[in-house]
């Protein structure tokens, strides 16, 4: 089984090793998103990475973390981040594993390393947001502490896409008293 380091950035990685992760990452939600029969362009996976560059800044101290997962050769096999939402709510955002990652443990890992980074940041709240066929997303929140929030949460993706509201569960953690 592959050994994963998992690791918070204090600047961006290198891009072209990062984008590897992206691009997988993005071509999953895709596929997730037309199999419930979403119109994307074909071009969305390149679009919305192009997006996370261009904002890249506020997924880093003090508006936010980005985690990285390395597998054994320093090749980025993961990442997950985190972004303010307001003074007093964080939002986790992007967690993904590559297949040659999986069952390492390194999901649940990059979700820890940012609810630590979020109580850094003096986040009393956290919240994030699923697709319903993320099933792996699903087990992991509750298991953290997360509560699944039946109403919709203001969420980034809330926000951006309302073609995948029908579609989305979210999930809250209260910080303050922890």
């Not at 980025?76 to 993904?96: A, P, S, W």
């Not at 109403?151 to 029908?166: I, N, V």
Request: hydrophobic letters at 45%; one cysteine or more.
């Amino acid at each position: 089984m592959m050994s994963v380091r998992i690791e918070l950035c204090d600047r961006l990685p290198e891009r072209a090793q990062f984008d590897a992760v992206l691009g997988a990452y993005y071509k999953t939600i895709v596929e997730r998103m037309a199999a419930f029969g979403v119109d994307i362009e074909p071009e969305a996976a390149q679009s919305a990475a192009a997006e996370f560059w261009e904002n890249a800044a506020g997924y880093l101290p003090p508006n936010g973390a980005l985690a990285i997962a390395r597998g054994t050769s320093a090749q980025i096999v993961g990442c997950g981040m985190l972004k303010r939402l307001d003074n007093q709510t964080g939002e986790l955002k992007r967690l993904f594993v590559m297949d040659a990652a999986r069952g390492t443990g390194a999901g649940r890992r990059l979700v820890e390393i940012r609810i630590a980074a979020a109580r850094d940041l003096g986040f009393k709240r956290l919240v994030a947001d699923t697709l319903v066929s993320n099933v792996e997303m699903r087990r992991l929140y509750p298991k953290l502490g997360f509560v699944e929030v039946g109403a919709p949460l203001d969420t980034t993706s809330y926000r951006d896409h309302p073609a995948l509201r029908p579609h989305m569960l979210f999930f809250a953690m209260d910080l303050s008293d922890r």
